[in-house]
Structure formats: C-alpha cells, structure tokens
C-alpha cells in the first residue's frame, strides 16, 4: 500500500511549510510557503550561509539598509525555492503592515518586482498577507492587477469570508494554533474528528464549495497527523517536514474527508462589509486573540531577521 503521504497527494495538493531546502527536495510538495519567523530559523543555519551572505554583500555595495537586505533574503529564498518545487513559493509582506492598505499594496508590488528582476514571474508567486481587513482590502487591489495572494493568519469564517469577497487566490486557516487556543482554554483531548481547528477548516470549507467561492483552500499550521488526517481531501495543505516524514512513513489507509461533491452544511450566505466583518471578528474571541497573536510575533521575528542582518551589515562597513 502507498504510504499515507502519497494517498494524500492523490486527492490534495501538498505544499511544504519550511525554508529549510533539504527538506524539500526530499518530500518533493508540488509548492512551498515561507514566513518571517521559518526564515529567521533557516538563516541561521550554516548551511544557507551563502544566501545571507549575498543579502549583506548586495546590501553593503548599494548602501542599503538592512530592511532592504532582509527583503532581499527573503527573495533569495524564494528564487532558490522555485528551482525546486514546481508551483508557487509564498513570500510574506512584513507583518507590521497589516493594518496598512496602501503599505501593504507598496510592499507587494515591490517583491513582485523583485521577483520578475531576478528571472522568476509573478505567476510562480503568492504574496503573504495577514488575514485582517485591510489585508483582504490591500489582497482585492493586488488581485486586480493579477498578484495572486495568499490571506494568512486566518482562525474565522468572517475572515475567510473577507478574503472570498476580495477574490484571493488562497487562504491559510490556521490549524493547529486554534486548536492550541482551545486547549488552553482547558478544552479537549481532542481528536482528529473532534479538534476545533479541523471543525474551522471544514466549515470554510462547506461555505466556499456551497457557495461556488473560487479561493482555494490550503490548511496550515498543524500539530499532529491526525490534523491532516481529517482535511484529507482540502484543496491544498501545506505539512511540515517532521508531519511530512511521519506521513510518509505510515503505510495505513487514509480516508478522503472533504469533497467539494459532498461540502458539508453551510450557513445561509454573509453579506459582509467593515462594520459586520468587525463585530463577528470582536464576537469570537479565539480568532481576535489568535490574529493579534500571529501579527505580533510575526513582527517580532521579521525586527529580529533585520537585527540579525543590520550587525552583520555594520560588521562589514
């Protein structure tokens, strides 16, 4: 029997969450995420030396500040993730954007640019944007003009809901980190069947395909198998290696659970704008900590990339 990995990618597109290359090149995901916080982790390793090295060397010749340089790591690793998976490397807009729709539309257009200056086109990228109101809003301006966003740090219906009305082209509902919110909130044990994070997926999920919304969906941030084992069937996944190896070991039967033929119950349709999107946001109390949580840490990973980069920036002077 094919292992469990290889059933899932036989009914899910299985994208890795991680910068670690290695990784990737063995698990072979059809594509590839990146956020400040996996790139802080792989750029201290010794083994991608070479590309802080040329982030600093590319920075120190043009005089550049280390906000410029860390842009410029983050490119970097998303132009080396694109000569190995065959689809789409999501590079994220800087966390402390995220209630800035015209910084947020800048910085986009900016790692496009980028991008497109380094051989790699805008259709083998998503731009990474937090899930909030001004994200959805900066995401509906961007897809206009054919940048295809990925809406992340999501934990609710009203954000998934947002982001639909915006047109992304994905979104990134967070698992394992609601399931974590819950927990701590002294809920469970929990099962795959049972966890609140798989429970939020599926009934995004139930909207999207009741209601033909074209945003793909992509599960994120997962603590055990027995997540992915209960969204088997989402459109897209993104494991990280550790999950990704335990999956690939197992040789047991994986069972699809979503089918956009057989979507699940969905509530009558939402008719969201700001001040509705605000109130359903402010009623659930796991997303509105979750979000601020994410932003909030997201920011503190990306200041400490920059920290990291501006000593070795003023090393070199």
Not at 72 to 85: K, N, S, W, Y
Not at 267 to 294: C, Q, S, V, Y
Request: aromatic share 6%; net charge neutral.
């Amino acid at each position: 029997m094919p292992s469990k990995l290889d059933q899932l990618r036989a009914m899910t597109t299985v994208v890795a969450d991680t910068g670690d290359m290695d990784s990737i090149r063995a698990f072979k995901p059809t594509d590839s995420t990146t956020n400040p916080s996996l790139i802080l982790k792989a750029a201290q390793l010794p083994a991608y030396a070479r590309l802080v090295d040329e982030a600093v060397t590319w920075a120190r010749q043009r005089g550049a500040p280390a906000e410029a340089a860390t842009d410029r790591l983050a490119i970097d690793f998303g132009v080396e993730l694109t000569r190995i998976v065959p689809g789409r490397v999501s590079t994220e807009v800087d966390a402390d954007l995220s209630f800035d729709v015209a910084g947020t539309i800048a910085k986009a257009k900016k790692l496009i640019a980028d991008y497109q200056a380094r051989g790699v086109g805008r259709e083998r990228v998503l731009i990474k944007i937090a899930a909030t109101w001004e994200g959805a809003q900066a995401a509906a301006a961007l897809q206009r003009e054919g940048i295809d966003c990925n809406l992340t740090l999501m934990f609710s219906l009203a954000q998934a809901i947002a982001c639909a009305d915006a047109g992304a082209f994905l979104i990134s509902p967070f698992v394992g980190r609601i399931f974590d919110w819950h927990v701590k909130a002294g809920g469970g044990p929990y099962s795959g069947e049972t966890d609140p994070g798989v429970q939020s997926v599926r009934a995004i999920y139930a909207y999207y395909k009741t209601y033909g919304v074209a945003t793909v969906i992509m599960g994120a941030s997962f603590r055990n198998a027995g997540e992915i084992e209960a969204l088997a069937g989402c459109d897209r996944l993104t494991i990280s290696p550790a999950l990704l190896d335990e999956l690939a070991k197992d040789q047991g039967p994986l069972a699809r659970k979503l089918s956009p033929d057989a979507p699940g119950l969905a509530p009558a349709r939402i008719a969201l704008d700001e001040k509705r999107f605000r109130w359903m946001l402010n009623e659930d109390a796991m997303a509105t900590e979750k979000l601020a949580e994410g932003i909030r840490a997201f920011a503190h990973d990306l200041a400490g990339l920059r920290e990291m980069i501006g000593r070795r920036l003023a090393s070199a002077a």
